[in-house]
């Protein structure tokens, strides 16, 4: 008889390199999920915009008419397209402009008058004292809405006073669906 010589094995692969191989790949698959909904979600047209779960809110409109009577219009958006609307006419001072003011204010906070359009998730604003005025809250609302997608970490943005034109530091903090935000001299501002 002759002797063969037995043809090389190869080695199996130890379990350590089966484990490092099958980690490397999951790592790979969560990567690109997440590349996947930072695309879809991040880049899209709603971005930001997470639902909220909260009701509709109602918006009150007051105008003052010619005659010197300010009207008061208060609108619901309901499930379908056609909001419903409730008028009352009472004599008040005159104004020179409509204001508009959404519900939803933090209770002991005054709401205060929408001067922009919904940014991302706060459609308003409202002040906790009477150190802040309204006009300083709706910058405080674009100033936070500029500085990226809420979240819960609290997180510093500046915002300019339209009364006195100084640049305010101000820390904002989610909490559940309203933003806090504190700084400056006292200032206290709520986003909803």
């Given at each position: 008889m002759t002797?063969?010589?037995?043809?090389?094995?190869?080695?199996?692969?130890?379990?350590?390199?089966?484990?490092?191989?099958?980690?490397?790949?999951?790592?790979?698959?969560i990567g690109l999920a997440a590349v996947i909904g930072y695309v879809v979600l991040g880049r899209s047209s709603t971005a930001g915009t997470f639902p909220t779960g909260a009701p509709a809110a109602s918006v009150t409109t007051t105008a003052t008419t010619p005659d010197g009577t300010s009207e008061t219009l208060s609108s619901v958006p309901s499930a379908s397209a056609s909001p419903s609307s409730s008028s009352s006419r009472s004599s008040s001072s005159p104004s020179r402009?409509?204001?508009?003011?959404?519900?939803?204010?933090?209770?002991?906070?005054?709401?205060?008058?929408?001067?922009?359009a919904r940014t991302g998730l706060y459609r308003a604003s409202s002040v906790g004292n009477s150190a802040t005025s309204c006009g300083f809250a709706e910058e405080v609302r674009i100033a936070y809405a500029r500085s990226g997608r809420p979240g819960?970490?609290?997180?510093?943005?500046?915002?300019?006073?339209?009364e006195t034109g100084e640049t305010i530091r101000m820390m904002c903090a989610a909490e559940g669906p309203t933003v806090t935000c504190t700084g400056g001299d006292d200032a206290v501002v709520y986003l909803y």
């Open positions: 002797d063969v010589p037995e043809p090389p094995r190869r080695p199996n692969p130890s379990r350590g390199a089966l484990v490092l191989v099958g980690i490397l790949a999951l790592a790979f698959v402009a409509p204001v508009t003011t959404a519900s939803g204010a933090p209770q002991g906070s005054t709401p205060c008058p929408i001067r922009y819960q970490l609290p997180r510093p943005i500046s915002a300019t006073s339209p």
